[in-house]
């Protein structure tokens, strides 16, 4: 009866907040929705869109050159490609990688796929549907589902390996007449009077050499060298990732991950083929065992197989046991925090990275290539270096609405499920659960923004004030004591201090009020002499 009384209450005051927020967030995507269309629906240019301005190496020859070609670069070189441009792609390694990330694609993340026509890149390399998540807690079970139910068959989450993934895409990109896909390491941007002009780079032999381009975009992954050229880098490692990989075993439901919430570690499963499983551990940064001397294998066994689902627990072990099969991925956190560069721009995991517990950083990625097409389409000329990264500045305002929410919910969450001994951490864990527990609205909204499908910050707002209503009702009810009052504001001090710094960090101007950031209203530059930016 209690419950049922928090939960009228919540929902009565969470409906006139909603109500608020939903037509602010509508009149807001309506407009930035229309912005990228118009954009988008330009005429694209067929000629020569480069002016040549001089006769070193490639000058005239490239409209753009892209740094990385992992999920972010491929994808992009792909679709600019594809739009006309010339492009010249920069790869360090083009050996298959082998990572334990970037290895889940949220449904979100699958429709920018296929808005970038390579959807097909999920084909042919045993990619799995996914379909949500199943999380563990004192032997009760949640399930949270995509809500897909609107959508066609197809439409879902993909797992997969994510060297396989990757080749399928510089195949498709490389696959064009118009994209240059090749090895070497870029050492550095060339720079002059402000203006990035191309990169220096050492080929698979060791050459030094050096390509020019009116536009780089650097996307070099998350241990990026060049970042530091155009953002204020604050990157910070909550904790590590443990990964192995389990054969000959089944998760209990069929197309959905499996997050066991336990102490010391949550423990996350997801199938990356249709014969291995993906087991990934987070381990507190001050808390990591060396791998080389056994106390890794030591604190698996001991700490963390207890916790495993019975059914996976003789896989777990053997996969233990295995040589070489447990590999460490650092977590970084690193919000968006970018300079204006005439000549560069920065996108993908060497821009802005969020925990990698709920695998969201390929939508984000994938979403990010989906706007910055859109947006480099109506340009004719990319050889006015100021004019060109006045108008993309725009960029970093329109992608806020993915990249906000699906960061800010990868790090809440994290902490979230890394409850401590902290009793008002571990309310929070059960506050949280008990809310998608709720179903309807509650859980529906929460999966629908953890999908990629509902990305809205004003969506995320919503939500924590009707959390926040309903973990202090579960503490204050039936009856309001001083003990319950205190229990109640150290619930609303502690669930704060976890997202409000997120928030902070992503831009409160930007996630809730792009209105008013100038640089919304950029339109494309049109074609005429140059404008000196420099004062």
């Given amino acids: 009866m209690a419950e049922q009384y928090i939960v009228g209450v ?3 005051i969470a409906s006139l907040l909603g109500f608020l927020f939903l037509y602010c967030n509508s009149l807001e995507r309506f407009r930035g929705l ?3 269309k118009r954009a988008a629906s330009m005429e694209f240019p067929k000629g020569n869109s480069v002016n040549k301005t001089g006769n070193s190496e490639g000058v005239g020859t490239t409209d753009i050159i892209i740094v990385g070609a992992g999920v972010a670069g491929a994808a992009l070189a792909y679709s600019l490609g594809k739009d006309g441009r010339r492009v010249r792609m920069i790869e360090r390694d083009l050996n298959m990688p082998n990572r334990i990330v970037g290895e889940l694609l949220y449904p979100g993340g699958y429709i920018k796929l296929i808005e970038l026509c ?11 549907q996914f379909l949500g998540y199943t999380l563990y807690k004192d032997g009760k079970e949640t399930l949270v589902s995509y809500p897909l139910e609107k959508f066609q068959s197809h439409i879902s989450g993909r797992t997969s390996h994510n060297g396989r993934f990757v080749q399928r895409l510089r195949k498709k990109a490389a696959s064009l007449h118009n994209v240059t896909l090749e090895q070497g390491t870029v050492t550095s941007l060339i720079e002059e009077n402000g203006i990035v002009k191309g990169v220096h780079y050492k080929n698979k032999s060791g050459q030094v050499l050096t390509a020019y381009a009116p536009l780089t975009i650097v996307c070099d992954g998350c241990f990026s060298n060049l970042r530091r050229s155009l953002c204020y880098p604050k990157v910070d490692i909550p904790s590590y990732l443990v990964g192995l990989t389990l054969t000959n075993c089944n998760l209990p439901k069929k197309n959905y991950g499996a997050i066991i919430l336990g102490h010391p570690s949550p423990i996350l499963l997801y199938p990356v083929s249709s014969t291995e499983i993906r087991c ?5 940064s001050e808390k990591v065992p060396s791998v080389s001397n056994g106390e890794m294998a030591c604190y698996l066994k001991t700490q963390v197989a207890p916790k495993v689902l019975p059914e996976l627990y003789n896989s777990f072990i053997s996969a233990i046991e295995k040589k070489g099969n447990i590999r460490i991925m650092p977590a970084k956190i690193m919000a968006a925090a970018p300079h204006l560069t005439p000549g560069a721009l920065l996108i993908g995991d060497a821009l802005n990275m969020r925990h990698a517990i709920t695998g969201g950083g390929m939508t984000v990625a994938l979403s990010d290539v989906v706007i910055l097409r859109d947006l480099l389409r109506p340009l004719h000329d990319l050889s ?4 060109i990264s006045k108008y993309l500045e725009s960029f970093y305002t329109l992608r806020k609405p993915m990249s906000s929410t699906i960061n800010i919910l990868a790090n809440v969450l994290q902490k979230v499920f890394s409850a401590s001994s902290n009793p008002a951490m571990e309310n929070l864990q059960h506050t949280f659960l008990g809310y998608l527990r709720l179903g309807g609205v509650f859980s529906y909204g929460i999966s629908a923004m953890l999908s990629g499908l509902c990305p809205r910050p004003l969506s995320l707002a919503f939500h924590f004030f009707s959390l926040a209503i309903y973990g202090v009702g579960r503490l204050l009810l039936p009856f309001p004591s001083p003990k319950r009052l205190w229990d109640g504001a150290k619930f609303l001090w502690v669930a704060s201090s976890i997202l409000l710094p997120y928030i902070y960090s992503e831009g409160i101007r930007q996630m809730f009020f792009p209105l008013t950031v100038p640089a919304y209203y ?3 530059p049109k074609k005429g002499p140059k404008r000196n930016f420099m004062h």
């Fill in 10 to 12: 919540g929902a009565v």
């Fill in 34 to 36: 229309r912005k990228l």
């Fill in 118 to 128: 390579l959807e097909d890149c999920v084909d042919e390399i045993d990619a799995q």
């Fill in 280 to 284: 990934m551990v987070d381990v507190p």
């Fill in 384 to 387: 006015d270096a100021f004019t």
């Fill in 522 to 524: 950029r339109t494309p």
